[in-house]
């Protein structure tokens, strides 16, 4: 596998290389291409003056009008097309809606996203604690899940991005990080706050080539960070379970106004560090042939597990979005679509494989796992789906949207794992400097071996007054083969409270199903 990634290194590098090499016309950082050639001036036939002494003026008889001037050859300056910008996209699922920016100057477009939310489970958890869900963090609390401000910067072919992130967001994605466990210096602490930072250069090759470094987003799973942009709040397993962000480098090659391929060079699988010797890498194609069709495709590879530096992950991550349906004139429905996703993914080595695995767990006295070898592997994979459909109303004011889907996780390496005692990973200290318990043996089980399915459906409405206002309300029905979500008694402790004790033998409530109301409020500017 390491010969591999050397060559797939090389070829990425290669490739690279190939690009600055055509630094030429199309590279030169020329001036901004003039305004469009004016039309040609038509050719007239004006009275030419007499030679006779009279003054008057003789008409000549009319000539032949000139053949039609062709249209001027387009020039070197001239810019291609912008991508996508030839149709109207703001229907697609994780994409903004706004049709313009109102914070936009010359040098730099501003923004500023506000995520607010109340939820309430069934179960009624007397901790106020929600688990396996990165939208959510508290139930029956009005909570601000995510504050971020910041914006793009552009002068000439300089480029970036900065937006950093406040709320429970900050906490919830980063717990998420096991490589910050990796050496010393609190990687956790340092990046919490920022949601994508990230700078680079565009050259005006083809329809535009950018080469970004820092943090940015991933768009594995078609959600996006941004709940602004997404069709429902609380997205299904395929999109919650796969990366946010990755930390490296991208290359971003729009090959027309219609086609962007993109390779990465990573940390890893949303990692702020590295687990093991070698990087990440993968890529994102994204395809637009039309304005009613959008195909995304991901795809990963890397080596995320603490301490089995021989185990290789890899994830496909496929969507396709379809609008059938488009009457902007109409005063009831205007709009429908419908986006579908498929992930296959599943670990390589140390114990484990994707697939036709025999091995099962099996502990001894020391905790170790003994029932994963590498003569009997288990199975190890993530196999999920998820589809939803969605109505527009009055004008885009409003919209109904219902779907669902399911995850299939042997191994559970990709789960959302429980927090409080339920949690199998050490706690940092909290906020009053109380240390949550240890680790122990009622923590969910996350050992190779394990197994891991789940479902979901849900349905809401979102009222959209005007383009930078998002308000709604949704149901959500989670269905797993085992204990995962809180249930009353909660995941911290006999009170609910990380000041009380845990008494020998108190277990986390988690539950098989929840069901949940959620309302919000997002804005956008």
């Not at 305004?35 to 002494?53: H, K, M, R, S, V």
């Not at 042939?289 to 994830?315: I, K, M």
Request: hydrophobic residues 35%; glycine residues 10%.
């Amino acid at each position: 596998m390491l010969p591999l990634l050397v060559r797939t290194h090389s070829a990425w590098i290669l490739a690279t290389a190939s690009i600055l090499a055509l630094e030429k016309p199309g590279f030169a950082q020329a001036p901004p291409p003039s305004a469009a050639a004016p039309p040609p001036t038509p050719i007239t036939t004006e009275p030419l003056p007499a030679t006779g002494g009279t003054g008057s003026v003789t008409q000549l008889p009319p000539q032949t009008p000139p053949p039609e001037a062709s249209a001027p050859a387009p020039t070197d300056n001239e810019k291609p097309a912008e991508p996508f910008a030839y149709g109207d996209f703001t229907w697609l699922n994780g994409s903004n809606r706004q049709h313009k920016a109102l914070l936009d100057t010359p040098m730099f477009t501003g923004s500023f996203l506000l995520d607010f939310n109340y939820t309430a489970s069934a179960h009624n958890p007397i901790d106020n604690t929600v688990t396996g869900s990165t939208a959510l963090s508290r139930n029956n609390e009005f909570t601000l899940a995510f504050m971020g401000f910041g914006g793009d910067f552009h002068y000439e072919h300089a480029r970036g991005r900065m937006l950093l992130q406040y709320g429970m967001r900050s906490t919830i994605v980063p717990r998420n990080d096991f490589s910050s466990f990796h050496g010393q210096l609190d990687l956790q602490t340092a990046l919490r706050y920022i949601s994508e930072a990230y700078g680079g250069y565009h050259w005006d090759a083809l329809n535009g080539i950018n080469l970004d470094m820092g943090i940015f987003m991933s768009y594995v799973g078609l959600f996006s960070y941004d709940n602004f942009e997404n069709w429902m709040y609380m997205p299904s397993y395929t999109s919650d379970n796969t990366p946010w962000f990755f930390n490296g480098v991208r290359l971003q090659i729009y090959t027309s106004d219609k086609l962007k391929i993109e390779p990465w060079l990573i940390n890893g699988w949303q990692t702020y560090g590295r687990f093991n010797e070698m990087p990440g890498i993968g890529f994102q194609i994204l395809w637009r042939p039309a304005e009613y069709f959008s195909v995304l495709a991901n795809g990963y590879g890397g080596w995320d597990t603490q301490d089995n530096p021989g185990r290789f992950r890899f994830h496909s991550d496929n969507s396709v979005e379809l609008k059938y349906f488009d009457q902007p004139r109409s005063s009831f429905l205007d709009k429908a679509a419908f986006s579908v996703t498929f992930d296959l993914g599943g670990e390589q080595g140390d114990g484990v494989t994707p697939f036709g695995g025999s091995g099962t767990e099996k502990l001894n006295a020391q905790g170790q796992n003994i029932g994963c070898t590498t003569a009997v592997p288990c199975t190890q994979q993530f196999l999920s789906a998820m589809a939803y459909n969605r109505f527009w109303f009055f004008h885009d004011i409003a919209a109904f949207t219902f779907g669902g889907g399911f995850m299939h996780n042997p191994g559970r390496y990709l789960a959302l794992l429980p927090t409080g005692v339920a949690s199998p990973i050490p706690q940092p200290l909290s906020i009053q400097g109380l240390q949550y318990t240890a680790v122990s043996q009622t923590a969910f089980d996350t050992n190779s071996g394990t197994q891991l399915d789940a479902w979901d459906v849900s349905g809401g409405f979102q009222y959209m007054p005007v383009e930078q206002v998002t308000y709604g309300l949704e149901f959500n029905h989670r269905q797993a083969s085992v204990p995962y979500f809180a249930g009353h008694g909660g995941v911290t402790s006999p009170d609910g409270y990380i000041t009380t004790p845990v008494p020998p033998g108190w277990r986390p409530d988690l539950s098989k199903n929840d069901d949940r109301v959620i309302f919000s409020a997002l804005i956008r500017f």
